[in-house]
């Protein structure tokens, strides 16, 4: 059975073009996550440590190991815009 030899080029290109647009969301989403994987199964707890963390470092992947907290980060919490009656 003969092979059609022109098929061979757009089947390169899609392959060429589907690597890169993975590769390049790959990279993306990495240096979004400061070189971290992406993360998966995000309960409630997850979210409020990520809020925490952005609340201190400014980054919802950052982490910092100083004792004590900038300053402004007690009243830059969501809680108490939501509960001010």
Do not use: C, H
């Not at 092979?3 to 790959?26: D, K, R, S, Y």
């Not at 993360?39 to 980054?59: C, K, P, Q, S, V």
């Amino acid at each position: 059975m003969p092979v059609p030899w022109e098929a061979l080029i757009p089947f390169g290109l899609l392959t060429v073009m589907f690597g890169a647009a993975g590769t390049l969301l790959n990279a993306s989403q990495r240096a979004q996550n400061l070189g971290k994987g992406p993360r998966y199964n995000i309960d409630a707890w997850d979210e409020m440590m990520m809020d925490r963390d952005n609340r201190l470092t400014g980054n919802k992947r950052g982490q910092t190991s100083d004792t004590v907290a900038p300053e402004g980060f007690s009243t830059s919490s969501t809680w108490y815009a939501q509960n001010t009656q």
